[in-house]
Each structure stands twice: as structure tokens, then as C-alpha cells.
């Protein structure tokens, strides 16, 4: 009995140790996740002051540790991906950003921090269309913030839907009506779509509500030159130098204009303006030479085209000038009866980059008075590849025609022609001119039906009659 007694108690005693040890052991785990909880907030505190001062690795650093405690931590990965985020907009640091967030995301679906956050980095790497999907989940659970409908329709206009911007941009303006970003956007909105007069008037109301806003005066001086409103675009351009005078574009802006009205003392004045104050700009020297050169080429005055060569010479002179300088400069000189100093300056424009289409024609001229016929055709083969709304195709594709004719390359003089859309005119020289190059190319059939159409337009005109002619001879 004894025995049975002092065993019971043994086994009290061990039970008691048992539960003792437990106690301690769980005891232990507690201080060990007080103390697991205490750093993992020092780190976020840390990370935080690090991203004040603008130490973006070292915050990275921080929220990776504080990570390394807590992996479940939404917020961690949040301000992690912000970090990232901070660190520029390349593709490796908001490739990063974007993983963190996504995980955030994951982890805490309802926060709208992250989905706004999630927003932004697919905006900087322009995918767009999943931008448009993280601003929409977060309007879902928010629609008060003018803010995140602005972002939305950013990301939708960037995803090329026009419609979803302006619904998104007039929701922002609801929520807040002194919202002038959003009715800028909402003006380039409605410019894309070609609806120009809501589009002037967002613009307007965009300045209205914040008169130093440089964007939307440029878009607005923009859209009155669209729409040949020269004194409302003068209006704006004056306004953008009151605000911008640091600029000689400004001012070349506004010369231009008055010559585009045909103000061309204006324009002068304008521009002796810009050259007394940016004595240096190669833009401004460009821009009063085609004044004087315009009018040089209207007037036939000597004066004129003496101011030409003199403000023209003055922009070539630059280290760098611009094609357009270049060309202004070539026909100046064409002008002045100085081909070969003309072509040199054209074929310095031809291969300058961005190249003006507008010297190619003219180099083309110059080139075939020096009979450079080969030089001559390929300026205007390029000028084809520059310029898509081209009012002279026809007449141009017919010069290429002529000139490949005259380098004795009948199949390229063929098809040239086809572009020149002679099988549609009632020229008959043009008609005829194509039937000789489609017999030298061996288009005997289609040489002998254009020709019909040639006699058909004109039969007494000497070029089909001598066409004709020859082809009989063969």
C-alpha cells in the first residue's frame, strides 16, 4: 500500500514537472513573438525613414527583413513594391515593384492602396489594359476619389478606349470640379476622336481654372491652327512667352503664325524680337530667313532675297543645323542662280535626321537642272516614303516615272506611272509616256491598250502621234 501510495505521488510529481515545462515553453514562444513583432515594426519604422531621406535600398533592405519575420505580411510587401517603385522607372525596378504588389494584392485583395499602387506600375510600363483593371477593382470598392477615375481614364486612353476615358474623366469632374489636369485630358481626349470644338472648350476651361497651365495652351494654340483660327492661336502663343520667356521657340511660334495669316511684318517683328534676345539660336535664324524668303520668292525683289541668304546663312553656320534650315537655305540659293552650292545644301538636308520633306522636291529640281537625274529621282522616291497625305502624288509619282525613263529603267518607269494613276487621267502626254515605257518593258499588250487610250483622249496631240509611231516602227 505503501508502495502503490509513493508511486502515485511520483507520478503527480512528473505530471506537475510536465506541465511546468509546457507553461515555460509557451511562455518562451510568447516573448520570442513579442520580440518577433517588436523588430518587425522596427523595420518597417526603419524602411520608412530610410524612403524619407530617399535611401530606397536601404528601405529595400528593411521591408526584406521585416519579410524574413512575417510572410504573411501584406503591408511588408506593400511598401517593399513602393520602395521598388521609388527607385525609377526602368523595367528591372518596376518589374520588382510589380511582384511585390501582386503579392500585397494577393494577401489582402480588399486594400485599395495596393490595387491604386498596382495601377500606377502597369501605367509606367505601359500596359495599360491591366492598369485599367486594378483602377477598376479599386472604384469597385471605392468610387469618391476624382483621383483614381483621372488615373483610369490615363490608362484607358493609353488602351486606346476613348470612350471609357471621357466617362471616366467626367466622373473625376463631378467629383471635382476645379479638376483642370482632368479637363486637359479630357480635351486630348476628344481631339483624338476629331470632335474639335468640345475638345477647345475643355481646354479653355482647363486654363480658366489655372491660367499658367503651358500644356493646355499649347494644345489650345494647337487646335486653332486646325481649324485656321490664326488670331485665337496667336492669342495663346503670345500668353505661352508672357509665361515662357526662356524659350525662342515661343516667339518662333508666334512669327510663324503671323505668316501663316500673311502678316508678314508682324512676323519680322516678331522674330527680330527672338533674334535680339536668343542672339544664338539657330531657330530663330531659320525661321526670319523663310520670311524673307518667301517673300523673296513672291516678290522677286533682291532685298528680300539678300536678307534670305544673310538670316539663312547665319543658321547653317551652326555646329548642328536642322534639315529645315538646310533646305531653306538650298533654295535661297537656287533662287540666287547658285546650283551647285543649292544642291550640296539639299543633299546635307536629304540626309540630316529628322529629315524635312519639304527640301526634297526642291533638291530634286536642282538635281535634274545639273542632270544628276539619278540624284533627282531618289529625293523624290524618299519624299513618297515621307510624306503619306501627299496632294502632288500623282504629279510626283509621274517625275519619278519621267526620270527612270530618262535613266533608261523602263520597268521601275512603269510602275511609277500605275501609282501616277495615268490609266485614270485624261492627259494624253502622260497616257502616251506610259505606253512607251510599257513597250520598253516588254508589256507589248498593255502598251498597244494604253496608247488606244492616249488616241482616244488626244490623237492629234504630237507625243501619242510620235508614240504611236515608234511602236508601229517596232
Known sequence: ME????????????????????????????????ERDREYRRLIVQGDEALERG?????????????????????AYLKRGEAHQRRGDTPETLTAALRDLRTAAELDPGATRTLEKLGDVNTALHRYGNAVENYEAYIRLDDHSAALFYKLALASRGDGRLTQAIAALKQAIALNSSFHEAYYVLGLCLKDRGELTPARVAFQR?????????????????????????RDEIEQLDALYTLDPAKPERLIAVGRAYLRAG?????????GRAAESF???PGVYAALGRVWLDAAEERQDPSDLRKALEALGVAVAQPTPTSEALGLYGRALTLAGRYDEAEAMFRQASQRFPTDPEALPHFATVAQRLGHLDDARQALV????LVDADRD?????????DLSMQLDDAAAAVAWYRRSD???????????????????????????????????????????????????AR
Do not use: C
Request: glycine share 4%; hydrophobic share 50%.
Open 393 to 401: 502624288e500623282a504629279s510626283h509619282a509621274a517625275r519619278i516615272a
Open 279 to 281: 542672339k544664338d539660336h
Open 55 to 75: 535611401q530606397t535600398f536601404v528601405a529595400i533592405e528593411s521591408f526584406s527583413e521585416a519579410i524574413a519575420l512575417k510572410r504573411d505580411s501584406m503591408l
Open 422 to 472: 495615268a490609266l485614270r487621267t485624261s492627259d494624253a502626254s502622260l497616257l502616251a509616256r506610259m505606253a512607251d515605257a510599257q513597250w520598253r518593258a516588254g508589256e507589248t499588250e498593255d502598251a498597244l491598250a494604253t496608247l488606244q487610250r492616249a488616241i482616244e483622249k488626244d490623237k492629234n496631240h504630237p507625243l501619242v502621234r510620235a508614240v504611236a509611231r515608234r511602236l508601229q
Open 263 to 271: 502678316n508678314r511684318d508682324r512676323a519680322v517683328i516678331a522674330l
Open 206 to 230: 482647363a486654363i480658366d481654372l489655372s491660367p499658367a497651365f503651358i500644356v493646355a495652351r499649347e494644345e489650345l494654340a494647337d487646335l486653332h491652327r486646325l481649324e485656321q483660327r490664326t
Open 382 to 385: 524618299k519624299y513618297s516614303v
Open 3 to 34: 508502495i502503490l501510495l509513493r508511486s502515485g505521488r511520483v507520478k503527480k510529481l512528473v505530471a506537475g514537472i510536465i506541465v511546468l515545462g509546457g507553461l515555460a515553453a509557451a511562455g518562451l514562444l510568447a516573448v520570442q513573438a513579442v
